[in-house]
């Protein structure tokens, strides 16, 4: 079921060929890892991008557009290590209706101005996707018809999946104490195997 | 006495004209109403029996899932994945549990796959079933919400035999299934399995549900209030489907033969024969008999799994403390309700850098202001309802 890396390093991904044309054909360049390929362009190619996706490559379904926050000091959860380059990484899923070809699209925003064009006019789904996009993040989509909050209160303040966003009932309690991760019951080997035995009543 | 022709000629044009001079009104469907299946609120505009720019008002159900996995381990989060789509709860652990597979590149035993495709398969039957209640009621029907629900509750009673949960099953762990039977430091040595008599039992459990939804269909396919509420209803061409990305059922309803159980590999399910039903006009009535015949698909994809289930383990060799290596994967599965994803960046941390949970019902009903353009006001029920979505899947 999963590749192994030796496998993707020695022989060429399966995949490869499809990731080469899709980059090729809207400009970008294509990355494929455990089975998911990524194809990253400029942002002033988003639109045109995504448009060439739909009308050129037959990747006319729409699965999501998101956000990942890169950020070297996060307050909540595990920072991401030492070399990452601070941005927000806009992604977009399509596929197509056949084979089951999917790639998604990423493209990189700056953290202290995140603006990018709407992809409404292209895909229509993609109305939801970017205000939450917008409340989550702060990233404004220019050209969007109505970029009210989706989720979240009228009212309501910051961005809360952001990295610097605290989740705050761990500031009001530590949770679940001092360690993360509760040991599990039960002996302290450092292996835990399934039983061998089946239940031949089944 | 002699009617003034003249008089109800003036009376008729005078009613004609005032009733020209309406006005739109605006109406508030919701959140607190029973034909939304859960707290989903529809602003609409109203023009006689005709409503316009109807705008889905969501949010009522958010819990933040996608910031909590941020500060949870994996198996935490199976937990809380459960409660996406309560309906079919276990359908959700699988892809999530998948991609962090993926990421740590185990390889699980044959035979945890093959019972995390016949429980998600049940989970299918189970989630239709509760669609084979609810719509039918929606539009006036009640009986064949008993059949259904007496057929789900026969399918959740399996589920709960293995899981020890009806709605969350909370089963999988990263490279295998666990059953409830005999867990536990102390008994870990007994056997944990299938419960005694749970294939027999399921094969037996199969045959009837496949009577029972003959017996639905034949309650509903012949009832003529049903069909002129449902033919040519909500009519959505699968392009239009697509750009919004509407999947699964919905999907197939409007003739895209596209099942992701064909094209990705999350579970065996090449080893399998089925088929895909597809719709033909896209309306109502397609989404639902779509569904019918998507049932009868699952009972013969468990009834092969079942013949041919594996001897082995339940469970791959894992580290005790999982931390799953840097990386990042979308893992996107055929769930009831349509195309789940869950898109994991992991750090090489115990829980997930950043989790996108793609859910299916999110973008099922961001079709509702298109498809609900213009439509008179009992169909919105009845279009709503034939999109068969669940509010946790929408608000996650």
């Known amino acids: 079921m999963t590749s192994s890396p030796s496998e993707t390093e020695t022989t060429v991904h399966p995949l490869q060929e499809f990731a080469d044309a899709v980059a090729g054909a809207v400009g970008g360049e294509a990355k494929i890892a455990f089975d998911t390929v990524k194809v990253r362009v400029a942002p002033e190619q988003w639109v045109s991008a995504l448009t060439t996706a739909r009308d050129e490559l037959g990747l006319v379904f729409f699965s999501f557009l998101s956000a990942v926050d890169w950020s070297a000091e996060v307050e909540v959860g595990d920072p991401p290590g030492d070399e990452v380059e601070e941005r927000f990484e806009l992604l977009a899923a399509v596929g197509d209706l056949g084979a089951g070809r999917r790639v998604i699209f990423t493209t990189d925003l700056a953290k202290d101005s995140p603006v990018i064009p709407s992809v409404v006019d292209v895909f229509p789904g993609a109305n939801w996707h970017e205000r939450e996009a917008h409340e989550m993040f702060g990233i404004e989509f220019v050209g969007h018809p109505n970029l009210a909050n989706l989720y979240l209160p009228d009212s309501f303040m910051g961005n809360p999946l952001r990295k610097s966003y605290p989740l705050l009932s761990r500031e009001v309690k530590p949770w679940p104490g001092n360690v993360d991760v509760e040991p599990m019951p039960g002996g302290d080997e450092e292996t835990t195997e399934g039983p061998s035995e089946e239940n031949p009543e089944a | ?396």
Not at chain 2, 70 to 79: D, G, K, L, W
Not at chain 2, 129 to 154: D, I, K, N, Q, W
Not at chain 2, 175 to 197: F, H, M
Not at chain 2, 300 to 329: F, Y
Request: aromatic content about 8%; overall charge negative.
């Open chain 2, 1 to 396: 006495m002699v009617l003034d022709q003249d008089l109800v000629r003036h009376l008729s044009e005078t009613s004609v004209s005032v009733e020209l001079e309406t006005e739109d009104m605006t109406l508030n469907i919701g959140p607190q109403h029973p034909s939304t299946h859960g707290v989903l609120r529809l602003v609409a505009r109203v023009d006689g029996e005709r409503a316009f720019d109807v705008q889905p008002v969501i949010g009522y159900m958010h819990r933040g899932y996608e910031k909590l996995a941020e500060v949870r381990s994996y198996p935490q989060i199976t937990t809380l994945v459960n409660r996406i789509d309560w309906v079919s709860g276990y359908a959700n652990e699988v892809p999530f549990i998948v991609a962090a597979e993926k990421l740590l590149e185990i390889e699980v035993p044959e035979r945890a796959q093959y019972i995390r495709l016949i429980l998600t398969e049940m989970a299918r039957i189970s989630s239709h079933l509760v669609f084979m209640a609810s719509y039918p009621l929606e539009l006036g029907a009640p009986t064949p919400l008993f059949f259904a629900l007496r057929e789900r509750e026969r399918v959740l009673d399996l589920l709960e035999g293995v899981t020890g949960g009806r709605f969350h099953p909370n089963f999988n762990r990263i490279g295998g299934v666990k059953p409830a039977y005999g867990s536990g430091s102390s008994t870990r040595k007994v056997i944990q399995d299938l419960p005694a008599g749970f294939l027999a039992e399921t094969r037996d459990a199969m045959d009837k549900v496949t009577v029972a939804v003959d017996e639905i269909n034949s309650l509903v396919a012949g009832n003529e209030i049903i069909l002129a509420r449902t033919k040519g209803v909500g009519v959505l061409p699968p392009e239009v489907a697509a750009s919004y990305g509407v999947s699964g059922p919905n999907l197939r309803a409007s003739g895209v033969g596209f099942d992701l159980r064909k094209v990705e590999d999350y579970l065996p399910y090449h080893l399998f024969d089925f088929e895909v039903p597809v719709g033909e006009n896209g309306d109502c009535w397609d989404r639902w008999h779509v569904r019918l015949l998507e049932i009868r698909q699952s009972v013969r994809i468990i009834q092969q799994a079942i013949d041919g289930i594996p001897s082995g383990p339940l469970q791959a060799k894992v580290p005790k403390v999982i931390k799953v290596p840097k990386g990042e994967t979308y893992v996107r599965a055929e769930n009831p309700k349509g195309e789940m994803g869950y898109y994991l960046v992991s750090n090489g941390a115990q829980g997930p850098y950043r989790l996108k949970i793609r859910s299916a019902s999110f973008s099922n009903i961001s079709i509702l202001p298109w498809i609900l353009e213009g439509v008179l006001i009992p169909d919105i029920i009845a279009i709503m309802g034939s999109l068969d979505f669940v509010l946790g899947d929408v608000d996650r």
